[in-house]
Structures are given as C-alpha cells and as structure tokens.
C-alpha cells in the first residue's frame, strides 16, 4: 500500500518535472528565435562572437550534427524496414491462409479449398468471368549476397500467371513475365540490386534444375521488392511439396469495401480450415518484430547520443560565458537588461543548433534510397530495403538539434546574466 | 604524488565544467559498451560454433527436410564421431511474442554432439524414461517461472493442426559450460514428434549435426557426405557449424559497419570536445602556469599537470562504463525474445578504459605542448 502510494507520488513528480522541461524548451526555443525582434543585443553581435570563436562553435556544431545525423539515419532505418513491409499489398486484395497460421511459411490449403474460395461472394472477375486469385507456394532459397559473398535465404514465390492482374502494383520494368510450364524467374528490382546473378538473361540454378532471368519488376517498395517469382506448380515439384497444395492465394476483391463479405463467407463455409486477412494487413504484422527491434535499438543509441551532445553544448556555452565574462558585464555596464543578454546567448545558441542540424541532415541526406538487407524472423527469408528519409523525418532531425541546443544554452545565458557586473569586469 | 593537491585544486575550479566533462566521456563510453555488446549479439551463434561440428542442410531450401535414413550412411563415413538430428518446431508458448527456439532431439546422440550443453544425469534419464518430456534451457526456465515437473503446452503453427496444443512435462534444466551459450532452447523427443506428425511427414528430420574426430578432417568429410547424396531426390549441403554461423550473422546485413560508423563518430566527437575544452582551460590559465614556471616548475613539469589533469577526468569518466555493467543485464532482460542475452565481458571494459585514456591524453597533449613552450615573458604580459 505505501509502496504504491510512493510510486504514485515520484511518477507524478516526474510527470511535472517532464512537463516544466518541455514548457522551458519550448519557450526557450520561441524566445531564442524571437530574440532579434524581443531584445535589444543586436544580432550582429552573435554573428562576429561566434566568428571569434568559431573552433568552439565548430566543435558544439560538430557535436550536434553528428547526432542529429545518427538519429535521422535510425530512424529512417526503421521506416524503410516498416515501408516495405507496409507498403507491401493493397487493400483490395485479400489473403487466404490456413487457420491459425502465423505466415504464409506455414500451413498448406487444398487446390479444392481455394477453389471455394475463389467462388465466394466479393471476389473480382476477369474478362472471361475467371475469379481474380493467384494461389501461392512460398520458399526460401539460398543465392549468395553481393555484398559478402555468402548465402542469403531469398523468398522465392510460385505464383499463377494471372498474377499481374491482381497486383496491379506490380509493373514489369525490364523483359517480361515468365512463361507459365516453363524454368523461369521474374524477379523484384531489390533482389536484383542485393543477390547475386539475378540479371535478365542470366540463369540460377536451385532446386536441381537451371532456371532463366526473364524479367524485372517494380512493386513499389514493398516486401515484394526482394522476392523471386514462377510458376507455382514447377516450384512446388522443385521443392517436394505434395501437388496441389498451396501455402496461400490472394484474390482481387470486387472492392475494398466487399472485404468483410469475403471473408464471413469464407470462414463461414464448414467446408474449409482458412483465415481471411486483407493482404497490407498481413504484411504489417510481419514487420513488427524487426521493426520493434531496429526503432528500440536505434533509439537507445540516439538518446544516449543526445545526451552525450547536450553535455558537449553545455560545456561548449559554459566555456563560451566564462571567456566573455567581460564583454557581458560590459554590455551590461553599458545599460542593455539582464533579459536581453539571456535573450542574446539563447539566439546564438540556437543559431549554432540549427546550422548543425541543417548539416547534421544534409550529411545523412545520401542515404536515402541506399539499398540493404536484413534478415526478417518472421518469415525466414532476406528482406532488401531502402533507407528511407521523408521531409517529416528532416524537419524532426532539426527540432531535436534545436531542443539540445536549448538545453545546452539556456544554463549558461541564465548565468551570464545573473552575475553581478562588478565582480564579472573585475575578472583577469 | 605531491602535486595531486594541485591538479585536483585545478579540475575544481570550475565544477560545472569538470561534471560536464566527465559527463561527456561516461555517455560516450557508455555507448561504446552498448554497441560492442549488441554487435557481440549479433554475432554470438559464430562465437559458440564447435570447431569440431558440422551441419548438414538440405541443398535446395534451408525449409527442406532430409530423410532420416541418411543418418546411418554418413554414420560410416571414416573420420564421423557422432551424428544427431534437430527439427525446428516453431511453435507458439501462450503469445508470439514469447518467442524462444523449439527443437526436436534425438535423446540418445545429443549429448555426444553438444557435450557443453550440460544437463544433470538424473533428469536427463527422466526425459529418457518420458516420451512426452522436455529439457528446458536455464534463461527460458527463468523467464516463465517454470519449475522441473511443470507441464507446458506449446500450440503447434507447422504440423498437423494449427492452433493445437501439444504438451510436454519439463523433466530438466540445461546450462552451458560457456556464458556465451545459448541457454533458450526447449528441447523434446523426436519419437513423440514423428507420433504426432502426418503421415507424408513422418521420417524427416530438419538436419543433422555431427562431430568429427579431427577438425582438419572437416572438409574431406563435409565433401563425403554431398557427394553421397547428390542427384537424390535430398542433396545435401554441409559445412562447419561456425561457416554456417558465420553466413547466418551475415544475413542480418552490415551491422558491424553501421556500428563502427557511429562508434567512430561518437569519439571523434568525444575528443573535439573535451579537446576544445582542455584549449580552453589552459588559455584561461595562462597566467597562472607563466607564474608556475617563473618560480622554478620545469617545462615537463607543466606538461605534467595539463596530461594529468586530463586523464584523471578520463578515469572518472569511466563510471560510463560502471553504469553500462549495470544496465545491461536489464536491458537484455527487456529484448529477451528480440535478441539473444546481452553480455558485457571484460574485454569491452578493458578497451573502454583504454579509449578513454587515448582521448584523455589526445585532446591534453595540444594545449599542454602549447603550455610546455610558452614563454614566461610573454605569457606575464598578457594579464
């Protein structure tokens, strides 16, 4: 009972202590900023200071933009690994699986099942009246990385021939589909930047049999992206699965909205053992793993950056102050406020933040785009994916160096002003 | 050591700087403790990989089995001290995000291939005597609570139907010799599997580890067995434990690169600003050293001071490293099915300090040969 009482009061008092932190980073960020237009130090004052001492400014903007840029290249770490697997799908496509598997690895549904569920209300038709649905055999095969030589599992799928028509997201941007009978591949734009050979006209050999580059596709940035696609019924010789039997079919419904007519009459039927998800749903879950692994990680290392950034800003300002005493109790001697001084100190703080911010992105800025790969727990297989920066992840980058900068330069200007001026002038 | 009252009067003098200084090496030592374990993480299973072990896979798809009648085959191959078979379970204990390694073992060859994976002999003839038993690794044992005699069900995702539980009587605990092994696994019979499995399943297992009698021998017999059993319907492809390892950490992409990219950022960082902040220090007391010199302190004297100043606040600085001792078991415990046990081992404590002695020393020896060569005349007229 006292026990619980207690924590309750600490996490209170670290709610308010919370609270006051962001009230005095916000209101030291505005008033930095508004200092030009509040205070009566003219700017130009900070501009040659920090000329003076530009090897101390260089080292606090150094300092800052180096993490700021760690924390932009995390982050974006982790939402290219989420995009792709976000991306991945759309939401007029549903995916039919076993009951109660977790990925389309597991399980296997019956030729005769997906038949069934194919014929179900809210499944589109082709132009001859043939249900949109691809059924799907998925694998992992071992084809050697560019990157170091040795093996990477890459998710090969078997799919129908139709199967362009229902992911209409997929374009083919290089050859051609693979012929349906025949040994041959169509593979994603990132599999073919990442694993070795998978160039049109080029042949991997797998499963015991030769198999011909025909074509690559473009899927938009999703999980797709790293996979290897054929026929379905030569994989599944190829990988000794019992014949028709699928690990999955996805199917083009007549709308989004026909989505929950789907699926009651597919899980409804007594006849069929299957689970109905929409396809970008599926795709979100079998990230969140790596993603929860890759955003822990990477902000763990950002925090501790940032801390060991504001200690070097603050050490940076304190330094800074207690080389001006003079020029401060000067200024001050002169008649300009205590309130203007603290005005002044917090503006070329914020100043000297923003330029390292700035810096600090531009200098992750090449990254984006930039290719590599990981292995997904989830489904066993190699993932390629792109870093990925959005403006949005930018504009956090410089807020993040503006608020170290706060911190590290309110201290200081508070105590650049308070000190009484005749001690300060009296300074050696 | 008469001078300590001095140089510790010197850090003093500017308490708000000596505490940020300080604060600067712990946080950058405390993140370099913090990636060496995660990238010894990462890279653990190629740590662990018997020199004397190897593993067999099927040639087309890590996902296919091979027949367990190849076991007596390769058994014969000259140079073959003991072969075992895992199959990967994968099921699911309550929530996926309870995540830890499931295998099937072969009771009466596993002990002979993992002979550090100790289990005491009286549960291991319990988990003889039981088909349905099971050995649990000491870390998974500790992070459900299980007790030796608990049932357990585990829901099966890969065999037979989905969603059901199959249940296992935990018979005993095993730990391994080295800190480093991994202790999450949970370990049951492959006869009360091969029961419970379909029948176009049945006689499979997922691959087989073997030891061999000689190391050297490896590659002669890894050569063996693929070649026995190409152009069958399972070829084999065969490799030591630690290539397999090794290729498996690759497959996580470059994670030593991403790390050493922002451990060298970090310290770069580290030394530009405890540099700067020694600069200044020393510029500030230029008086006071030019009056240290004129009564009587040496040059290397004054050198002296300025280095030691530095690495004294380096070694203090080393409380980063205390602080990450502490942290990361706690850590570890928050990632448990994320990533595998986070150790600290004493060679990262010894490198940290070691750095943080090399930053001490590379951002003092500017500002202190500055000191060194300074003037007296001169440095008493700037006042």
Same mark, same amino acid.
């Given at each position: 009972?006292?026990?619980?009482?207690?924590?309750?009061?600490?996490?209170?008092?670290?709610?308010?202590?919370?609270?006051?932190?962001?009230?005095?980073?916000?209101?030291?960020?505005?008033?930095?900023?508004?200092?030009?237009?509040?205070?009566?130090?003219?700017?130009?004052?900070?501009?040659?200071?920090?000329?003076?001492?530009?090897?101390?400014?260089?080292?606090?903007?150094?300092?800052?933009?180096?993490?700021?840029?760690?924390?932009?290249?995390?982050?974006?770490?982790?939402?290219?690994?989420?995009?792709?697997?976000?991306?991945?799908?759309?939401?007029?496509?549903?995916?039919?699986?076993?009951?109660?598997?977790?990925?389309?690895?597991?399980?296997?549904?019956?030729?005769?099942?997906?038949?069934?569920?194919?014929?179900?209300?809210?499944?589109?038709?082709?132009?001859?009246?043939?249900?949109?649905?691809?059924?799907?055999?998925?694998?992992?095969?071992?084809?050697?990385?560019?990157?170091?030589?040795?093996?990477?599992?890459?998710?090969?799928?078997?799919?129908?021939?139709?199967?362009?028509?229902?992911?209409?997201?997929?374009?083919?941007?290089?050859?051609?589909?693979?012929?349906?009978?025949?040994?041959?591949?169509?593979?994603?734009?990132?599999?073919?930047?990442?694993?070795?050979?998978?160039?049109?006209?080029?042949?991997?050999?797998?499963?015991?049999?030769?198999?011909?580059?025909?074509?690559?596709?473009?899927?938009?940035?999703?999980?797709?992206?790293?996979?290897?696609?054929?026929?379905?019924?030569?994989?599944?010789?190829?990988?000794?699965?019992?014949?028709?039997?699928?690990?999955?079919?996805? &199917?083009?419904?007549?709308?989004?909205?026909?989505?929950?007519?789907?699926?009651?009459?597919?899980?409804?039927?007594?006849?069929?053992?299957?689970?109905?998800?929409?396809?970008?749903?599926?795709?979100?879950?079998?990230?969140?793993?790596?993603?929860?692994?890759?955003?822990?990680?990477?902000?763990?290392?950002?925090?501790?950056?940032?801390?060991?950034?504001?200690?070097?800003?603050?050490?940076?300002?304190?330094?800074? &102050?207690?080389?001006?005493?003079?020029?401060?109790?000067?200024?001050?001697? $002169?008649?300009?406020?205590?309130?203007?001084?603290?005005?002044?100190?917090?503006?070329?703080?914020?100043?000297?933040?923003?330029?390292?911010?700035?810096?600090?992105?531009?200098?992750?800025?090449?990254?984006?785009?930039?290719?590599?790969?990981?292995?997904?727990?989830?489904?066993?297989?190699?993932?390629?994916?792109?870093?990925?920066?959005?403006?949005?992840? $930018?504009?956090?980058?410089?807020?993040?160096?503006?608020?170290?900068?706060?911190?590290?330069?309110?201290?200081?200007?508070?105590?650049?002003?308070?000190?009484?001026?005749?001690?300060? $002038?009296?300074?050696? | 050591?008469?001078?300590?009252?001095?140089?510790?009067?010197?850090?003093?003098?500017?308490?708000?700087? $000596?505490?940020?200084?300080?604060?600067?090496?712990?946080?950058?030592?405390?993140?370099?403790?913090?990636?060496?374990?995660?990238?010894?993480?990462?890279?653990?299973?190629?740590?662990?990989?018997?020199?004397?072990?190897?593993?067999?896979?099927?040639?087309?798809?890590?996902?296919?089995?091979?027949?367990?009648?190849?076991?007596?085959?390769?058994?014969?191959?000259?140079?073959?001290?003991?072969?075992?078979?895992?199959?990967?379970?994968?099921?699911?204990?309550?929530?996926?995000?309870?995540?830890?390694?499931?295998?099937?073992?072969?009771?009466?060859?596993?002990?002979?291939?993992?002979?550090?994976?100790?289990?005491?002999?009286?549960?291991?003839?319990?988990?003889?005597?039981?088909?349905?038993?099971?050995?649990?690794?000491?870390?998974?044992?500790?992070?459900?609570?299980?007790?030796?005699?608990?049932?357990?069900?585990?829901?099966?995702?890969?065999?037979?139907?989905?969603?059901?539980?199959?249940?296992?009587?935990?018979?005993?605990?095993?730990?391994?010799?080295?800190?480093?092994?991994?202790?999450?696994?949970?370990?049951?019979?492959?006869?009360?599997?091969?029961?419970?499995?379909?029948?176009?399943?049945?006689?499979?297992?997922?691959?087989?580890?073997?030891?061999?009698?000689?190391?050297?021998?490896?590659?002669?017999?890894?050569?063996?067995?693929?070649?026995?059993?190409?152009?069958?319907?399972?070829?084999?492809?065969?490799?030591?434990?630690?290539?397999?390892?090794?290729?498996?950490?690759?497959?996580?992409?470059?994670?030593?690169?991403?790390?050493?990219?922002?451990?060298?950022?970090?310290?770069?960082?580290?030394?530009?600003?405890?540099?700067?902040?020694?600069?200044?220090? &020393?510029?500030?007391?230029?008086?006071?050293?030019?009056?240290?010199?004129?009564?009587?302190?040496?040059?290397?004297?004054?050198?002296?001071?300025?280095?030691?100043?530095?690495?004294?606040?380096?070694?203090?600085?080393?409380?980063?490293?205390?602080?990450?001792?502490?942290?990361?078991?706690?850590?570890?415990?928050?990632?448990?099915?994320?990533?595998?046990?986070?150790?600290?081992?004493?060679?990262?404590?010894?490198?940290?300090?070691?750095?943080?002695?090399?930053?001490?020393?590379?951002?003092?020896?500017?500002?202190?040969?500055?000191?060194?060569?300074?003037?007296?005349?001169?440095?008493?007229?700037?006042?």
């Amino acid at each position: 009972m006292a026990a619980k009482l207690l924590f309750g009061i600490i996490i209170t008092l670290l709610a308010i202590l919370a609270l006051v932190l962001v009230v005095v980073v916000i209101g030291g960020i505005l008033a930095g900023l508004l200092a030009p237009v509040l205070g009566s130090v003219p700017i130009s004052y900070n501009f040659r200071s920090i000329r003076a001492r530009w090897t101390s400014t260089i080292v606090a903007i150094l300092g800052i933009a180096g993490t700021v840029g760690v924390f932009v290249a995390m982050l974006s770490l982790a939402r290219g690994f989420r995009a792709t697997l976000v991306a991945s799908g759309s939401a007029g496509n549903a995916l039919v699986m076993r009951a109660g598997s977790t990925s389309e690895m597991m399980g296997g549904i019956t030729l005769d099942s997906v038949k069934i569920a194919m014929d179900q209300p809210g499944v589109a038709r082709d132009a001859s009246g043939q249900p949109l649905a691809t059924q799907e055999v998925v694998g992992v095969i071992p084809i050697p990385l560019i990157s170091t030589g040795t093996d990477a599992n890459v998710e090969v799928r078997g799919v129908s021939s139709n199967v362009l028509e229902i992911r209409k997201f997929v374009k083919i941007v290089q050859g051609r589909i693979f012929h349906s009978g025949l040994d041959e591949l169509v593979v994603g734009k990132n599999a073919s930047k990442t694993y070795q050979g998978l160039t049109v006209g080029n042949t991997v050999n797998f499963g015991g049999g030769q198999w011909k580059v025909v074509g690559v596709f473009d899927a938009g940035g999703s999980a797709f992206d790293s996979e290897v696609w054929c026929d379905g019924r030569i994989l599944n010789e190829v990988l000794k699965r019992p014949d028709n039997i699928f690990q999955s079919a996805t &199917v083009h419904l007549t709308s989004p909205a026909a989505f929950q007519q789907f699926k009651d009459a597919v899980t409804s039927d007594p006849r069929l053992n299957l689970e109905v998800q929409r396809e970008v749903d599926y795709y979100a879950k079998q990230s969140s793993t790596m993603t929860r692994l890759i955003t822990v990680l990477g902000g763990l290392v950002a925090a501790i950056m940032a801390f060991g950034a504001i200690f070097g800003a603050l050490n940076t300002m304190y330094s800074a &102050v207690s080389e001006r005493g003079r020029e401060i109790a000067t200024m001050r001697a $002169l008649g300009f406020s205590t309130w203007s001084v603290i005005l002044s100190f917090l503006f070329e703080a914020l100043l000297i933040s923003f330029v390292a911010g700035v810096l600090g992105c531009l200098a992750v800025l090449p990254l984006n785009g930039w290719t590599t790969n990981t292995m997904n727990f989830q489904t066993f297989s190699n993932l390629a994916f792109a870093f990925k920066i959005t403006f949005d992840l $930018l504009v956090m980058g410089v807020l993040f160096a503006l608020v170290m900068g706060v911190l590290g330069g309110l201290l200081p200007a508070l105590r650049a002003a308070m000190r009484p001026v005749a001690v300060s $002038l009296r300074e050696l | 050591m008469k001078f300590n009252r001095l140089i510790l009067a010197n850090l003093f003098r500017k308490k708000a700087r $000596l505490f940020l200084t300080i604060g600067s090496f712990a946080v950058a030592l405390f993140l370099f403790a913090f990636l060496s374990v995660v990238n010894d993480a990462f890279g653990r299973g190629a740590d662990v990989a018997g020199a004397d072990r190897l593993i067999v896979i099927n040639r087309t798809s890590i996902i296919n089995t091979i027949p367990l009648s190849y076991r007596d085959q390769i058994l014969r191959i000259p140079g073959v001290k003991a072969v075992t078979h895992d199959n990967w379970f994968g099921g699911v204990y309550q929530d996926e995000k309870n995540f830890f390694p499931q295998f099937v073992i072969d009771p009466e060859s596993q002990r002979q291939v993992y002979p550090e994976l100790v289990v005491p002999d009286d549960q291991w003839n319990n988990f003889l005597k039981d088909r349905d038993g099971a050995i649990v690794g000491a870390a998974t044992m500790k992070r459900f609570g299980w007790k030796i005699g608990d049932r357990v069900p585990i829901k099966t995702t890969l065999y037979g139907l989905a969603g059901t539980a199959w249940e296992f009587n935990i018979d005993g605990v095993y730990h391994g010799k080295d800190p480093k092994d991994d202790e999450t696994q949970f370990w049951f019979r492959w006869d009360a599997f091969e029961e419970r499995v379909p029948e176009r399943l049945k006689g499979q297992i997922g691959w087989y580890i073997l030891r061999v009698e000689n190391p050297d021998d490896s590659v002669r017999i890894a050569k063996a067995i693929d070649t026995m059993f190409m152009n069958s319907p399972y070829e084999t492809r065969t490799e030591t434990e630690s290539a397999f390892a090794a290729g498996w950490v690759k497959q996580f992409g470059n994670i030593k690169f991403l790390i050493v990219t922002i451990g060298t950022v970090v310290f770069f960082t580290l030394l530009l600003v405890t540099g700067n902040t020694m600069a200044i220090s &020393v510029r500030e007391r230029t008086p006071e050293i030019a009056i240290l010199k004129a009564i009587g302190f040496s040059d290397r004297a004054v050198l002296g001071f300025i280095l030691s100043e530095s690495l004294v606040i380096a070694v203090l600085g080393c409380i980063g490293l205390l602080l990450a001792l502490l942290a990361v078991p706690v850590l570890s415990r928050a990632m448990a099915g994320l990533l595998p046990a986070l150790l600290i081992s004493p060679k990262v404590l010894i490198s940290g300090v070691a750095a943080a002695l090399a930053v001490g020393f590379a951002s003092a020896i500017l500002p202190g040969l500055g000191a060194m060569r300074m003037r007296v005349v001169d440095a008493l007229r700037r006042v």
